[in-house]
């Protein structure tokens, strides 16, 4: 029997789960096909929000508008699934350098909203302090693993999921729909992440995906109230647990965990705890990113029954929500997609 709804979505990572969101929030129909066995950039992150960036700490992509817009997000997702997943965690900077304290001095003396001075005298028992501290305020961590599950079995509870991989042979489009196995549907909406590259639609964008890995490990007294950053990044994942990472390859080889991060990471980590760690596990995603470092929203130029929300890159946390509710706004009413993250700016690319 063939079933009709106005949308397919293809993937549930983080992309997937904001698009599904909104679908729900407006009570749109939708079935999302997602392949769990998949690897998944969202299933590895760190899921921290940090509102600077880079080596002059400058402030990210048009922050002012999607922070404020992903903290509503994140507080409405996690009480319609009844889990806390989003927790205000500031981040602590042992600056790694004397040119990173300086960098860190300069800009809060100039244009500074996040950063803020800290006594590193309340931190010495837990690290190896030689150029002072600082911290990074309106920072978010999320507990993107247990979103995404809860958010699961809400899409199972209503009907909407369905597990397995989406083939192009069991697939079929017109200019005004879709159909795929039994389902028939308006549009289909490609949140596949990295696997985009190896799909006929969008394998002409420009993406350049990048491989990171992390270390799970174990730090008994470190406190999870806080993100911290010297040259690697330690996020709290569960209990005494502590994700630390990370890099970022654009020429690797393949998608294993490799000897070299462990052993750097292992290194740093002596150079700046005080206190023993226990390396649990090594976990490794590819970013779904790109040169320009913004999102790739919007219909297919050519096949009007073709939408994709994918390209968070490095910042999947506090892009998703925001653009995902853009692109249902934009099929559902025709209001236009921001012109940096629409994805009409490659249409002759495509
Ligand atoms: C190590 C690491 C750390 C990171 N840390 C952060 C961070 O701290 N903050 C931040 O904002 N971002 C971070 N990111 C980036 C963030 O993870 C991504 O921006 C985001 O997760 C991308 O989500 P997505 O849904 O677009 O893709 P994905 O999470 O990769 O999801 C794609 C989904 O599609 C499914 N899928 C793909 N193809 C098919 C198919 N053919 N059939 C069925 N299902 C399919 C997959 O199973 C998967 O569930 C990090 C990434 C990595 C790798």
Redesign the pocket.
Known sequence: MTEKVKYLI???????TWLSYYFSKQHISYKI????S?K??????????NPVTGRRIVQTWKIDSILPFAIDAYVALQEKINQLVFSSAPILLIHPSQQMKESFDYRIAHDNVYLQKTDAKNWQDFFKVHEGMGMIKDCYWIDLNTMVHGWRKYLQEQEHYIE????MADFSFTENSVSWKNINAEKIIF?????AMQ?PFFNNLPFAPNK???LIVRIPGLSQKHIYKSNMTL?PWKEDLFWV??IYEWNYENEAPTEAFKNKMETQLKQLLQIPFEIIDHIV????ANLERRPFVGIHPIHNSIAIC?G???????L?PYFAQQLVQFLETGTPIDSEADIHRFAKDI
């Open positions: 293809v993937g549930q990572g983080l992309s997937g096909i997602n392949d769990s998949l998944s950039a969202t299933s590895v992150a760190s899921g921290v929000i397995g991989r989406f083939l949140c596949d992440g990295a696997y799909l990171g890995e992390a996020v990472g990370s995603g590819i970013r779904p994918n968070m890159g490095t910042k999947g946390c506090s998703a």
